[in-house]
């Protein structure tokens, strides 16, 4: 789904300082990131709780976007970063929340939607592989950005974004294809 016309130019005015090319940027990409977090987290409490984090960290950063990609795309990996922290912050909250219970056994795909126990699995494996490998692959694969806008974005050449890419690939199938585990295995 492409943003609105006007975005790069709100985005230009934004990061010199305009509050109020700002306020209509944040109103102006927000079903899109929503879109966005929702392709990462499940459930729509979550996927909204991530893109309010996500604007946040754009309100709050829009000064460092330096235009070296497109916005659109330095957005993708933003709101890419927000939705798998949100996801991190939540498994923590509930692990207090829980006082030491473990974590509940995988999704029983006979009563959860296959998309969300899928979802659930495939952020548990970016969180087992390192932060580099992860972001790349989701920039590349959930997000369907293309090499190039992610070489341009994380200032890298193509052929090491190409790698990275294909290491995390690896390493994710090995992870979901590991039998699930019981709540009291450790992962």
């Known amino acids: 789904m492409p943003l609105p016309d006007g975005v790069e130019e709100l985005a230009a005015s934004a990061a010199r300082g305009d509050r109020a090319a700002l306020e209509a940027l944040l109103s102006a990409v927000r079903p899109e990131v929503l879109r966005l977090c929702a392709r990462l987290l499940p459930h729509r409490e979550d996927a909204e709780e991530a893109c309010q984090d996500a604007l946040l960290a754009l309100a709050q950063g829009i000064t460092r976007f330096e235009g070296r990609s497109s916005f659109h795309t330095w957005l993708h990996r933003l709101t ?108």
Request: no cysteine; proline share 8%.
């Open 80 to 187: 890419a970063n927000r939705a798998r922290s949100t996801y991190r912050a939540l498994r923590r909250r509930w692990l207090v929340e829980a006082g030491g219970v473990p974590l509940p056994d995988p999704p029983d795909p006979r009563r959860t939607s296959v998309v969300a126990g899928t979802r659930l699995d495939l952020l548990d494996a970016l969180d087992a592989v390192r932060p580099e490998l992860a972001e790349a692959v989701t920039l590349r694969d959930v997000l369907g950005l293309g090499y190039r806008e992610i070489a341009a974005l994380l200032d890298l050449p193509e052929g090491t974004v190409k790698s990275r890419i294909h290491e995390a690939r690896r390493q994710l199938r090995r992870r979901l294809s590991e039998p699930p585990r019981t709540a009291g295995e450790a992962r």
